[in-house]
């Protein structure tokens, strides 16, 4: 006889939120073993589409996450406009978000297991999420995801959810604002002075942001997403820069290095830079020196 553990807890959580607790209950008995019970709720819960039932199987298999609803009835609002969200599964149509989700975790794994054995520290950087609680909103629109409390929030209708390289780095991003948040809030601490002083010094004005931006993602008519006044937040510059530095990495190993490294654009990235490197990626950085130049494209 097994007792509910943590873990069943969990799987409840995440795969029945949306219904009466007893509907799970009668199809999964708590008092089976974690695995099977978590296992069972998948079964049950993407019965009804045989193929988008595999793919949540293997996305639990594979990595221990699991793939349930998000009950939050809104995410507050996006440059002032409410947005109404209701649970969702990735069935149907839908089902392809899960096959770009596993794809996206064995890319994380392939590039940190580079990543780990040069380091010269441990790197404290977690690449999965508890759970996925997945949602939409309808119509495309924001949030395309969120990160807290170990879950990842999805929206099926989410405007970066469109092909699994923006799944990825959406993901990704998301994957931060966990590490952040177990690490007690880190970006606030490591990088709020040097953030609010790009604030400060760029004002409105967008190209400034534009130096001091470490991804492209920015708010429809408006500037760089971590920058912009709807959504200006220390949190997302820091999940943005430890997304350029997963896409700094990616490139190095595959011979195609970013030019020119983020690190080199200016002393403010420089410091946030070393500081991501110092507290979550073991003190690695295979970017070169910003006084080397890029060296010569390969085979030329
Ligand atoms: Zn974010």
């Known amino acids: 006889m097994h007792r509910p553990s943590r873990d069943h807890g969990r799987a409840i959580r995440a ?5 009466t607790p007893d509907a799970c209950t009668t199809a999964c008995p708590p008092t089976l073993p974690a695995r099977e019970h978590a296992q069972c709720l998948i079964d049950f819960r993407f019965a009804d589409d045989s193929e988008a039932l595999d793919l949540a199987r293997a996305l639990y298999a594979r990595t221990g996450v699991l793939p349930g609803v998000d009950t939050t009835t809104s995410h507050g609002t996006y440059g002032g406009t409410p947005i109404a969200t209701q649970p969702a599964l990735p069935v149907g149509d839908d089902r392809q978000h899960l096959a770009w989700l596993i794809a996206s975790f064995e890319r994380y794994e392939q590039v940190f297991a580079i990543l780990v054995a040069r380091a010269p520290r441990p ?7 508890d759970a996925f609680g997945f949602f939409r909103t309808g119509t495309q629109a924001y949030p395309s995801a969120w990160g807290q409390g170990g879950v990842v929030g999805y929206n099926l209708d989410g405007p970066l959810h469109t092909n699994e390289r923006d799944v990825l780095e959406t993901i990704f991003h998301e994957l931060f604002h966990l590490n952040d948040e177990r ?13 609010e002083g790009i604030v400060r010094r760029c004002g409105r004005d967008d190209g400034c942001f534009g130096d001091f931006a470490p991804h492209d993602t920015r708010v429809p008519n408006g500037t760089y997403y971590p920058f912009d006044e709807a959504t200006r937040d220390v949190r997302e510059y820091a999940a943005e820069l430890a997304l350029r530095y997963f896409r700094e990495h990616e490139a190095i190993l595959d011979g195609t290095p970013l030019e020119p490294p983020f690190k080199c654009g200016s002393e403010e990235n420089r410091v946030a830079w070393e500081r991501l490197v110092e507290d979550f990626f073991g003190g690695l950085d295979l970017s070169r020196d910003c006084a080397a130049g890029p060296s010569a494209p390969r085979g030329s």
């Open 15 to 19: 795969l029945c939120a949306d219904l």
């Open 123 to 129: 790197i404290d950087f977690r690449l999965r999420p």
């Open 183 to 195: 690490r007690g809030g880190w970006s606030a601490s490591a990088l709020g002075e040097l953030f």
